[in-house]
């Protein structure tokens, strides 16, 4: 995909905010990710209640991005399957920052300790564990 032609400014955060920047964006990554989602008809029932139109469109974002990819579903061609391409996977680690953040500035969120726990103690190994997990791709 061609990227917009020009961006706010050349800095790293405003490049990934130029793409990334709105919640619903990095919720579908996050159902993608910790979900295992991969149809549109599971990404529409996600706690948050996307509305359809506002799915539809970032997935075909997405897409442009080259963060997802999708296909045909052989079990029912009506359907696209989705997944996640190499530059989507290089996301867990922001997913996964994100999550240490939240939890160290606001309790009763779900996520349990263990899974903190096991951050603190290996997250390069917890990030592998949730990559091959997601990684559609091999």
């Not at 075909?60 to 989705?82: A, C, D, F, G, N």
């Not at 990030?127 to 997601?134: A, D, T, Y």
């Amino acid at each position: 995909m061609k990227e917009k032609d020009t961006l706010r400014s050349d800095c790293p955060i405003n490049y990934a905010l130029e793409f990334l920047g709105d919640k619903w964006t990095l919720l579908i990554i996050r159902d993608f990710i910790f979900d295992g989602k991969r149809f549109y008809k599971e990404f529409s029932k996600s706690k948050e209640k996307i509305a359809t139109n506002i799915l539809s469109d970032r997935l075909k974002r997405l897409e442009k991005l080259e963060i997802i990819k999708s296909e045909v579903y052989e079990k029912q061609k009506t359907q696209k399957i989705y997944t996640l391409t190499e530059k989507g996977l290089d996301l867990i680690p922001l997913l996964i920052e994100i999550i240490v953040w939240s939890s160290k500035y606001k309790e009763g969120l779900n996520v349990s300790e263990d899974f903190l726990e096991k951050l603190k103690v290996d997250k390069e190994g917890v990030i592998e564990l949730i990559r091959s997990k997601v990684d559609f791709t091999k």
